[in-house]
């Protein structure tokens, strides 16, 4: 059974920077592309960014841009989200996942909070 496990999140004020991790267990993991997404109060779950099986290619979206960094490290089955210059709109609950469908069962995510 896959797990996958979030962490990193936390309390910050505007401005400020985050990393956070993701661990996945229980299946293969190097050559699946993998993506953070998250979910806001009261909206539907959003794509982040995404990073291919290689680590050679990411897409971010275009709010993030700039300032979110994925990366990857196949030899311990994780998947990072580098967050610089967090803005209250990016509170939320941070989630990964492989990319394609069908997806994993998803983690319980770790909370970003920030503070104006």
């Known amino acids: 059974q896959a797990q996958l496990i979030e962490s990193g999140g936390g309390l910050v004020q505007a401005g400020e920077s985050l990393r956070l991790t993701c661990v996945a267990s229980?299946?293969?993991?190097?050559?699946?592309?993998w993506g953070w997404f998250r979910q806001a109060p009261g909206k539907e779950r959003e794509f982040v960014a995404t990073i291919n099986w290689s680590g050679q290619r990411t897409t971010y979206a275009d709010s993030e841009k700039g300032r979110f960094t994925i990366s990857r490290d196949n030899t311990r089955n994780m998947v990072y989200l580098q967050m610089h210059d967090l803005q209250p709109e990016d509170t939320a609950v941070y989630y990964c996942?492989?990319?394609?469908?069908?997806?994993?069962?998803w983690g319980r995510g770790t909370q970003v909070t920030v503070s104006s």
């Open positions: 229980g299946r293969a993991f190097s050559s699946d592309d």
């Open positions: 996942n492989v990319v394609a469908k069908p997806q994993l069962p």
